[in-house]
């Protein structure tokens, strides 16, 4: 594949910002074996008729979910426009919708990510940072990880003067069992370079965030 290093890209990407590391994946009639078994482990009788199609849509289902395997994070990112003028301030996209599956227990996680960067020359089509959120969010994830793994992103395709990311989410897993707290949302955020160094810009991504 195209082995050139861009000039504005950091020579070595970590690994976060690869596809993610391919695995022994099992065929699509032993992923809908698995699903007939977790049925009959709730109780239910697989080959009823209501649930005789379902381990294939549920397989259909992660196809989906998950595609964010098969997708590369430096890609998304990969196309760039240099005609920013005397523009010197952040960037920001706020409210992209999202959805996850946590890792701890495959539910689902979802809510909202607001992402500003403060471009050097370079910036990217508003649209790609939202599927920045995708790539990441179509994997098994934790909230935290995912937080750094997009701010990380931006900072090494983009190589921008500062990152900052805000995830707000509910998660099923915290919703629906154990402490059953409905509607309870969960907030991270990483600041890299100047969102990090400087409490002012910090905190005006913070007001525009909430709304300002
Ligand atoms: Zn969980």
Wanted: with cysteine; hydrophobic share 40%.
């Amino acid at each position: 594949m195209d082995a050139v290093v861009k000039p504005w890209r950091k020579a070595t990407l970590s690994d976060d910002l690869k596809a993610a590391p391919q695995v022994v994946r099992p065929s699509r009639e032993e992923a809908e074996a698995a699903v007939r078994t977790l049925i009959a482990y709730t109780g239910d009788d697989p080959l009823r008729e209501g649930l005789i199609e379902t381990p294939k849509r549920v397989v259909d289902a992660y196809e989906e979910l998950y595609r964010g395997y098969r997708e590369c994070p430096a890609e998304v990112l990969d196309r760039t426009f240099n005609e920013i003028g005397t523009y010197d301030d952040f960037v920001l996209v706020r409210d992209i919708a999202f959805n996850s599956q946590c890792e701890h227990h495959m539910m689902p996680f979802m809510g909202k990510a607001h992402i500003a960067y403060k471009p050097v020359d370079r910036v990217v089509g508003l649209s790609k940072l939202a599927r920045l959120v995708d790539v990441y969010g179509r994997r098994l994830q934790t909230q935290e990880h995912m937080t750094s793994q997009i701010a990380t992103a931006i900072e090494e395709v983009l190589n921008p003067r500062g990152v900052a990311v805000m995830i707000e989410a509910e998660h099923m897993c915290m919703s629906l069992r154990g402490v059953e707290k409905l509607g309870s949302s969960t907030i991270t955020t990483q600041f890299v370079g100047s969102f990090r160094d400087d409490p002012a810009e910090q905190a005006r991504f913070m007001t525009l965030v909430r709304g300002g």
